[in-house]
């Protein structure tokens, strides 16, 4: 199993720009997530899903979107990137007692 | 609200032995993690605790009391691989699905092993 897979693994955007971070897992879990890292902070919650076609908000949702069309798709949207998103994104699948990461993507918007 | 805290930094020896603790106030609790994360790569599970006790797993340890908010991560036998962000995290509400709307994280603490 290859778990939890993330593209791109860096990117850099322009302000206003978008772009979707795709993520990909072969576990067959319902549970995905994705989480945002500043430096120096603890992951923050963006978006969650509990199974394909369902999706709910986080802690800190403003500037995203998502959709899970599949079990094993999680993308995440960004439509007009802005500084404040500048951040390393994890995304995450879970199934009972613990959750398993992506990689990461880390975003910079200039 | 959630409210996660645990020290921002420590600093251990080689082949000595550090506990992290970590308190924290949430709505609802349904388990308490662990996780390892070393600089520029993605977390990683160490433990999980639901019920008040200690779970020992080789060198790693975490201890847990519902009623006072509390936990620790035990470290011995440290080794300078152990450097890396330790980062403590609570599920508050669980779903019979088997999963749950995510985790709400401390900020991490930075282990910092001396030789």
């Known amino acids: 199993n290859a778990g939890v897979t993330q593209t791109p693994k860096f990117r850099i955007l322009k302000i206003g720009q978008s772009m979707t971070l795709q993520c990909t897992q072969d576990?067959?879990?319902?549970?995905m997530y994705w989480y945002r890292q500043d430096p120096g902070m603890g992951l923050k919650l963006i978006y969650y899903?509990?199974?394909?076609?369902?999706?709910d908000k986080g802690e800190v949702p403003n500037g995203y979107n998502v959709s899970r069309s599949t079990t094993e798709d999680f993308p995440l949207r960004l439509e007009l990137a802005a500084p404040s998103q500048t951040s390393v994104y994890f995304c995450?699948?879970?199934?009972?007692?613990?959750?398993?990461f992506g990689p990461g993507t880390r975003l910079t918007v200039t | 609200g959630q409210n996660i805290d645990q020290p921002t930094e420590m600093t251990a020896t080689e082949g000595a032995i550090v506990q992290i603790n970590c308190t924290y106030q949430t709505s609802g609790f349904n388990g308490l993690f662990w996780y390892q994360q070393h600089a520029g790569e993605a977390p990683t599970f160490l433990s999980y605790n639901v019920l008040d006790g200690l779970e020992e797993k080789g060198r790693f340890s975490s201890f847990l009391s519902r009623s006072k908010g509390y936990s620790y991560l035990l470290l011995k036998e440290l080794q300078m691989k152990d450097s890396a962000s330790y980062l403590c995290a609570v599920r508050d509400r669980w779903d019979s699905g088997g999963g749950a709307d995510g985790l709400t994280f401390g900020k991490g603490t930075h282990l910092i092993i001396q030789p």
């Open positions: 995450a699948s879970s199934y009972r007692d613990r959750e398993y």
């Open positions: 899903s509990v199974g394909a076609g369902i999706t």
């Open positions: 576990m067959n879990h319902n549970y």
